[in-house]
């Protein structure tokens, strides 16, 4: 799988509302990465709330969809980041394994 690069801002090229937002967040790079596209960034991150902490999702099961969207679209940044999160929702290694493998999911 070849990757491309998509360039991070610097803190400085940042406006403040940015930069006090990033601060609030984890060090992840999707997060500096979003920031070049400044009027969208908090919209985003309003809708990735509204996902995670407000929606009515099982959480368990968005994180399962979310790990095979991952896997099928070859995206390791997004496998990697959500793994973590999948266990801190109840996803065990077994069904992370087969949510990776080329076979289909059909029951968890």
Known sequence: MQFSSVPL???EQLSPSIR???AQLPSLDIFLMLA???????????LVKSLYNEGKFNPRLRQIAILRQAHLLQSL???HQQ?????A??????EI????????????
């Not at 070049?36 to 309003?46: D, I, K, R």
């Open 9 to 11: 801002p610097k803190q």
């Open 20 to 22: 006090a937002t990033l």
């Open 36 to 46: 070049n596209v400044p009027a969208s960034f908090h919209p985003y991150l309003q």
């Open 77 to 79: 940044y997004e496998w």
């Open 83 to 87: 793994v973590f999160l999948s266990k």
């Open 89 to 94: 929702n109840g996803v065990k290694d077994q």
């Open 97 to 108: 394994k087969v949510i990776g493998s080329e076979s289909p999911v059909v029951s968890l």
